[in-house]
Nanobody, 120 residues
Framework: QVQLVESGGGLVQPGGSLRLSCAAS????????MGWHRQAPGKQRELVAT???????NYADSVKGRFTISADFAKRTVYLQMNGLKPDDTAIYYC??????????????WGQGTQVNVSS
């Protein structure tokens, strides 16, 4: 019933910018946090950034200073502004939503991913 749909991916030159969006739809639920993960070819899926409904953010060291996560939880939407993109940022970016609380996660929802290609 709950679906997360990412958008905003595409091809960009090194140093360029992209803004990813992810909107959750379906049954109403309490969202503890939302975030982004990415998976490059031949690599493990890694956390990129997260944000809680209380506004706390967390970033992977590799993207700090370049990426900014934000969200409108009333609209169940999360964004990822990506600046200064590098070829190593090339990956499929997946949106994640956590239902529950800081102590108890009830459900984890994943989007199907959006491709980001950074190439000159």
């Amino acid at each position: 019933q709950v679906q997360l749909v990412e958008s905003g991916g595409g091809l960009v030159q090194p140093g360029g910018s992209l803004r990813l969006s992810c909107a959750a739809s379906g049954s109403i639920f309490s969202i503890y946090g939302m975030g982004w993960h990415r998976q490059a070819p031949g690599k493990q899926r890694e956390l990129v950034a997260t944000i809680t409904s209380g506004g706390s953010t967390n970033y992977a060291d590799s993207v700090k200073g370049r990426f900014t996560i934000s969200a409108d939880f009333a609209k169940r939407t999360v964004y990822l502004q990506m600046n200064g993109l590098k070829p190593d940022d090339t990956a499929i970016y997946y949106c994640k939503a956590l239902r529950g609380t800081a102590t108890t996660i009830i459900n984890i929802y994943w989007g199907q991913g959006t491709q980001v290609n950074v190439s000159s």
